[in-house]
């Protein structure tokens, strides 16, 4: 009965185990607003790129661990369709917010699975929000903690249907294995 009640969409996780990955370099704070300032004088493609926050900014989500790290993307100003996906033993959380500043950011997408091994992050068919620079944080939950997953950026990836463009935000929530389909974003526009 519970599955009609709540069911879970599909995720081909199988092709995210051993995926390769090493540690991301990080951008400063100060490099991703350049980014940023880029993107207002139409200077960049869209991309993503692995950037460094101020502790505060961390503690303002409660997020600990030595692979904390936010995500900068930059898409063209159009909707942009947004769909998250997760196969983990550990609950995972997705954020996004519009800046790295503590005091400024606010928190524009704030997804959680609802158990261990749900395929579910965020709304089965996804949400759209205003292309342009924001950050995504992908974390797995402990108590009431939360720790900071490693990421893998998939650029320019076909992420739905032939003809879009677009990217994939990975990650693994666990240390000793590759397997990057723990708390995924996946980012597409026409």
């Known amino acids: 009965m519970w599955a009609k009640r709540f069911p879970l969409p599909d995720f081909d996780h199988v092709n995210l185990k051993d995926y390769p990955w090493s540690p991301p370099t990080l951008l400063?704070?100060?490099?991703?607003?350049?980014?940023?300032?880029?993107?207002?004088?139409?200077?960049i493609t869209p991309g993503c790129f692995a950037v460094s926050a101020s502790d505060l900014f961390y503690e303002n989500l409660n997020i600990e661990g030595e692979n904390r790290h936010a995500i900068l993307c930059v898409t063209p100003k159009i909707d942009i369709a947004l769909i998250g996906r997760s196969h983990a033993w550990k609950k995972q959380r997705l954020t996004i917010v519009n800046s790295l500043e503590p005091d400024?950011?606010?928190?524009?997408?704030?997804?959680?699975?609802?158990?261990?091994?749900?395929?579910?992050?965020?709304?089965?068919?996804?949400?759209?929000?205003?292309?342009g620079a924001w950050y995504v944080i992908v974390t797995n939950i402990i108590s009431?903690?939360?720790?900071?997953?490693?990421?893998?950026?998939?650029?320019?990836?076909?992420t739905q249907?032939?003809?879009?463009?677009?990217?994939?935000?990975?990650?693994?929530?666990?240390?000793?294995?590759?397997d990057f389909h723990d708390c995924n974003l996946y980012a597409s526009w026409d």
């Open 161 to 178: 249907s032939s003809g879009r463009n677009g990217f994939a935000i990975l990650s693994s929530s666990e240390p000793e294995f590759s």
């Open 104 to 131: 400024s950011m606010e928190i524009l997408v704030d997804w959680r699975t609802a158990r261990a091994m749900s395929t579910r992050l965020g709304p089965k068919e996804g949400i759209t929000i205003p292309g």
């Open 144 to 158: 009431d903690k939360f720790i900071g997953n490693r990421s893998v950026i998939e650029q320019d990836t076909d």
């Open 28 to 43: 400063t704070s100060g490099e991703a607003l350049d980014k940023v300032a880029e993107l207002s004088n139409g200077d």
